[in-house]
Nanobody
Framework: QVQLVESGGGLVQAGNSLRLSCVAS????????LGWFRQAPGKEREFVAA????????DYSDSVKGRFTISRDNAKNTVYLQMNSLKPEDTAVYYC??????????????????WGQGTQVTVSS
């Protein structure tokens, strides 16, 4: 079993940065693919970024490519999402997610087995 807890959300002005963190409990963190998703009011949950367990497999949505960076610290069981040049359309609840062992990152929420509770990010114009 894996439990995920996100933090780092908040209210920022457009153009500024935030770093989200997600701490995982349980074993085998380094062997799992990790992803970040977001959900705005009235919209479906959408893919933001993912990294496979080997970290060479990293993917981003077109809307955040070049602005967001996913990274992980296996010693701390933590995955990060560095968000730069934030835009009002980035406003959403952000969720981290984990897959089963030795998996690749994917863009589909249904591929992920474990989810955090989410952290709110609000970007004002």
């Amino acid at each position: 079993q894996v439990q995920l807890v996100e933090s780092g959300g908040g209210l920022v002005q457009a153009g500024n940065s935030l770093r989200l963190s997600c701490v995982a409990s349980g074993r085998d963190f380094s062997s799992r693919a990790l992803g970040w998703f977001r959900q705005a009011p009235g919209k479906e949950r959408e893919f933001v970024a993912a990294q496979g367990w080997s970290i060479t497999n990293t993917d981003y949505s077109d809307s955040v490519k070049g602005r967001f960076t996913i990274s992980r610290d296996n010693a701390k069981n933590t995955v990060y999402l560095q968000m730069n040049s934030l835009k009002p359309e980035d406003t959403a609840v952000y969720y981290c997610a984990a897959r089963h062992l030795y998996s690749s990152g994917t863009t589909y929420p249904s591929d992920y087995d474990y989810w955090g509770q989410g952290t709110q990010v609000t970007v004002s114009s």
